[in-house]
């Protein structure tokens, strides 16, 4: 795939190579540079990170080059692995619990393709039918490996990983990861355990706290 330019935004070169005039990575002006842009400290309209405005957003052009790309992690078209915003996938089951390296189901043969490796719900040949019943699994809320009600406060952590001092970023809680979370799937967006990322109603609302889109404060990294 063309690699499009940093500076002009046209595929096929890079800004080293760019023959068009040095722009400011902010606004796109030619007659300054980033240090001296006066809209260092605005909110792009498309991310929102600050920074830079929407003229000079790399994500626009990311999305426009892959709008028809599916996702190897979630399943969903719109974007590829790399960006996803879902916790990482067992790229044999789908689980969020484990690693493929641990998984259990590694030497069971896909039902689609008839390759061993993964399961059918991982199965890249599977083309998503919206008039069938099975849908990509969405982590951290319905349809997730982890299933079943909360058992309290302070549950140990059952991986092989180090949790101690980490910060789980599914209860918000200090000692163990998300993997080992004993509470409900919250969605990653407002923290609701009644629906996952992908039906959140507040997906497209700005945090206050970092000032990106896709989450609010009670879900921030940053806080």
């Known amino acids: 795939m063309n690699r499009v330019c940093n500076n002009c935004g046209v595929s096929g070169h890079i800004a080293g190579q760019c023959p068009q005039a040095a722009q400011c990575h902010c606004c796109g002006s030619t007659s300054h540079i980033l240090a001296d842009c006066s809209h260092r400290e605005k909110t792009c309209g498309i991310c929102g990170k600050v920074g830079h405005l929407q003229a000079k957003c790399r994500q626009a052009a990311r999305s ?16 590829l692995a790399r960006d996803c915003q879902e916790d990482p996938q067992c790229h044999c089951c789908g689980s969020t619990a484990h690693v493929v390296a641990d998984c259990p189901s590694r030497e069971k043969t896909c039902s689609i393709c008839g390759k061993v490796g993964h399961l059918q719900k991982k199965c ?7 008039s069938s019943d099975w849908y990509p699994p969405v982590r951290g809320g319905k349809g997730s490996s982890k299933g079943g009600k909360g058992k309290g406060k302070g549950g140990k952590g059952k991986g092989g ?8 970023k599914n209860c918000g809680e200090i000692g163990h990861l998300v993997r080992d979370c004993e509470y409900d799937s919250q969605c990653h967006c407002c923290g609701s355990t009644a629906h996952a990322v992908a039906d959140c109603p507040s997906r ?12 609010l404060k009670r879900k921030c990294y940053q806080k």
């Open 64 to 79: 426009a080059a892959t709008q028809d790309k599916t996702c190897n992690n979630c399943g969903w078209k719109g974007h």
């Open 124 to 130: 890249r040949k599977n083309n998503v039918d919206e």
């Open 161 to 168: 990983g180090k949790s101690d001092g980490k910060r789980c």
């Open 204 to 215: 497209t609302k700005t945090c206050e706290i970092c000032g990106k889109v896709g989450h």
